[in-house]
C-alpha cells in the first residue's frame, strides 16, 4: 500500500518592533524595527517552519571609536513539532 501525504506549503510575513535591555551592550539602542519571513509544511506528521528575521537597531547613543555594536541583525530560524 503506497502512502500519500499532501505537501502544503503556507507562507509567514511579519513585522514588529523590537526591544531589548539596554544593558545588554553599552552604547547600544534598546529599540528597533523587526521583519520576519518563512514557510511552513507538513511531512508526514512533522511541521517544519524555516524562517530567517532581520532587525535593524536604533541609532547607539554613544560616539565610541573602539567598539561600535552592529545596528543590523539577522538570525535563521527552524521550528519543528508534531
Same mark, same amino acid.
Given at each position: 500500500? +503506497?502512502?500519500?501525504?499532501?505537501?502544503?506549503?503556507?507562507? $509567514?510575513?511579519?513585522?514588529? #518592533? /523590537?526591544? *531589548?535591555?539596554?544593558?545588554?551592550?553599552?552604547?547600544?539602542?534598546?529599540?528597533?524595527?523587526? +521583519?520576519?519571513?518563512?514557510?511552513?509544511?507538513?511531512?508526514? $506528521?512533522?511541521?517544519?517552519? #524555516? /524562517?530567517? *528575521?532581520?532587525?535593524?537597531?536604533?541609532?547607539?547613543?554613544?560616539?565610541?571609536?573602539?567598539?561600535?555594536?552592529?545596528?543590523?541583525?539577522?538570525?535563521?530560524?527552524?521550528?519543528?513539532?508534531?
Amino acid at each position: 500500500m +503506497a502512502m500519500r501525504h499532501a505537501l502544503r506549503v503556507l507562507s $509567514r510575513e511579519k513585522t514588529f #518592533p /523590537a526591544f *531589548r535591555l539596554a544593558t545588554e551592550l553599552i552604547g547600544s539602542s534598546p529599540y528597533g524595527v523587526t +521583519a520576519g519571513a518563512g514557510i511552513e509544511t507538513r511531512v508526514w $506528521r512533522l511541521a517544519i517552519a #524555516p /524562517a530567517v *528575521r532581520y532587525t535593524h537597531w536604533g541609532r547607539n547613543s554613544l560616539n565610541l571609536t573602539d567598539f561600535v555594536p552592529f545596528q543590523n541583525q539577522v538570525e535563521a530560524l527552524a521550528g519543528f513539532s508534531f
